[in-house]
């Protein structure tokens, strides 16, 4: 395993973090899901003997599970050893002695006396305006670090990157956890800000959410086959000068094994392969713009048609060559995470296209996902 310093707080964290959001589930007779706790307390304490020294965990992750079997990994001797991350659920504050409280509750599930990095978690222009700064949560988090509940105080991040400046800007935050891979670089000069202010920075998605977890997208055209997809999506990743660690959810012992043995190998791409995928990456984003620039204006449709959805399954498949991910997000529309109807809903009444800003052949398009993707 390598390691890398984290900003400027003097640690060095393994290039890759345990991601302790997608640890096993099983249901119980009455079909609720709920955490595999022996296997997942397995799985985490393998990948900190394969030197993984930073798990990042959260109130809500596993049914409100995951806490409980990060807290019984860590006590298998690994808490003086392993960066525990939890994060404050910021939906569940209404009032400033709420962060007292919920990380009371927390520090019991983890079996701790004090969490590493604790984060604001999902923070957007909204949260930071009217719950950090309206209810003084930041005054209430430092009193925390005073009693030693806390070592660095850090945030998630989940907005337009411009957005992340003025929460950088506060100086509070040792850290911040961010998306960025191959599919969505866009908080990439936000990255770089907060690099260059001394924050740690981590990657979360490296693999995109799933979406590069498979073999045979068009990415792997650019280094002639030689490395999967999955293998360069996380290289890319941790090619950037800026990230510190490359966070990934896993399951299994195979998952931690595949990802080790990246993060433990010289995982940066070189100078010319690096160039290869900004070709590409390039040629992909004049190619998606002729489906959908991701705007919006399009909605809502008459008839529920959930436009911004159905064009992204098929940028996947027609533009990245991504054929499971993109089946996998068509199938999605209208269940519980991606409300309404796939493209066999559209009448072709033509009202979206006149609000499209791009003029997209929206209807052109949607035809074409009914005819790739089925009912």
């Excluded at 930071?128 to 700064?133: D, H, M, P």
């Excluded at 690096?274 to 002729?290: H, N, P, W």
């Excluded at 089946?327 to 796939?342: L, P, Q």
């Amino acid at each position: 395993m390598q390691y890398r310093k984290f900003g400027n707080t003097g640690i060095e964290l393994s290039l890759l973090g345990f991601g302790a959001m997608r640890l096993p589930m099983k249901p119980d007779n009455q079909g609720v899901s709920h955490i595999s706790m022996d296997e997942s307390v397995d799985v985490l304490c393998y990948g900190f003997e394969q030197g993984i020294n930073y798990v990042d965990t959260a109130y809500g992750y596993c049914a409100g599970e995951s806490e409980i079997a990060v807290g019984r990994a860590l006590k298998n001797g690994w808490r003086d050893k392993v960066y525990l991350s939890t994060k404050l659920p910021l939906w569940n504050v209404n009032e400033q002695a709420d962060v007292r409280r919920l990380l009371e509750e927390q520090l019991g599930k983890l079996q701790t006396d004090h969490i590493d990095f604790y984060h604001f978690h999902a923070v957007n222009a909204d949260s930071f305006e009217n719950k950090i700064l309206k209810l003084n949560l930041l005054d209430e988090a430092l009193k925390a670090k005073e009693r030693g509940q806390i070592r660095f105080l850090s945030f998630s991040f989940h907005d337009k990157p411009e957005k992340m400046l003025p929460v950088i800007d506060t100086g509070a935050f040792t850290s911040v956890l961010c998306q960025y891979n191959l599919l969505d670089r866009a908080n990439e000069p936000s990255i770089k800000y907060a690099a260059e202010k001394g924050l740690g920075v981590i990657a979360m998605g490296p693999v995109g959410g799933g979406r590069l977890a498979f073999a045979g997208s068009i990415f792997e055209d650019a280094l002639e086959g030689r490395v999967s997809t999955p293998e360069l999506a996380l290289r890319f990743v941790l090619s950037n000068p800026d990230i510190n660690l490359a966070l990934s959810g896993m399951s299994t012992r195979q998952m931690v094994d595949g990802n080790v043995k990246i993060a433990g190998s010289n995982a940066a791409l070189s100078q010319q392969e690096m160039s290869r995928i900004q070709e590409l990456q390039e040629k992909c984003r004049s190619l998606a713009d002729i489906y959908c620039t991701g705007c919006g204006y399009c909605m809502p449709c008459p008839f529920e048609v959930n436009i911004p959805v159905c064009l992204e399954a098929l940028i996947y498949h027609k533009v990245y060559r991504m054929e499971l991910p993109a089946r996998d997000k068509y199938a999605a529309i209208g269940g519980e995470w991606i409300k309404g109807k796939t493209a066999y809903a559209c009448t072709n009444c033509g009202a979206c296209e006149a609000k499209c800003p791009q003029k997209v052949k929206i209807r052109e398009h949607l035809a074409e996902a009914a005819a790739v993707f089925g009912k």
